[in-house]
C-alpha cells in the first residue's frame, strides 16, 4: 500500500479527521473557562467592594456617633462641674444660716434665760412684799 491508502472499497483516499476540529473545542472550553474564572474574580471582587463599603459606612455612623457621645460626655462634665460649684455656693450659703441660726438661738436662750431670772426675782420681791405686808398687819 501506498502512502495514499486507499478506502477499502477503492474508491479514493480514506477519510482523515480534521486535525483542527479537536484543537477549537478545546480552546473553546478553555476560553469559556477563562471567561467564567474572570467573572467569577469581578463578581468576588464586586462583594468584596460592596462590603468594604458597607463596612466603611458603618464605621463612619459609629464613628460619628461616637463623637456625639464625646460632646454629650464633655457637654455633660461641664453640667456637673457648674452643679457641684453651685452645690459649694449655697452649702456656704448654708453654714452662714446656720451660723446666724445657731447665734440667734444663743441669744435667745440668753434672753430666756434673762427673762427667767427676772421672772424669778419679781416672784421673789413679790414674795417678799407679802411677808414684809404680813408683818405690817
Same mark, same amino acid.
Given at each position: ?14 477519510? +482523515? ?7 477549537? !473545542?478545546?480552546?473553546?472550553?478553555? *476560553?469559556? @473557562? +477563562?471567561?467564567? &474564572? ?12 460592596? *462590603? ?5 459606612? #458603618? ?17 455633660? @462634665? ?6 457641684? !460649684? ?5 452649702d456656704g ?5 446656720? @451660723?446666724?441660726?445657731?447665734? #440667734? ?5 440668753l434672753a #430666756?434665760? %434673762?427673762?427667767?431670772? %427676772?421672772? &424669778?426675782?419679781?416672784? @421673789? ?8 405686808? #404680813?408683818?405690817?398687819?
Amino acid at each position: 500500500m501506498d502512502a495514499d491508502a486507499s478506502n477499502p472499497d477503492g474508491e479514493g483516499p480514506v477519510p +482523515q479527521p480534521a486535525p483542527t476540529a479537536v484543537q477549537p !473545542a478545546q480552546a473553546t472550553a478553555a *476560553s469559556a @473557562r +477563562q471567561a467564567s &474564572e474572570g467573572m467569577n474574580r469581578e463578581a468576588f471582587l464586586s462583594d468584596l467592594e460592596s *462590603s468594604y463599603l458597607a463596612v466603611r459606612a #458603618e464605621r463612619d455612623r459609629l464613628k460619628s456617633s461616637a463623637e456625639e457621645g464625646e460632646a454629650e460626655a464633655e457637654r455633660l @462634665r461641664r453640667n456637673v462641674a457648674e452643679l457641684r !460649684a453651685a452645690v459649694a455656693e449655697k452649702d456656704g450659703e448654708l453654714d452662714v444660716a446656720r @451660723r446666724r441660726a445657731d447665734g #440667734e438661738g444663743n441669744k435667745r436662750g440668753l434672753a #430666756e434665760e %434673762a427673762m427667767r431670772m %427676772a421672772d &424669778e426675782r419679781v416672784d @421673789r420681791t413679790a414674795a417678799e412684799a407679802d411677808a414684809l405686808r #404680813e408683818e405690817i398687819r
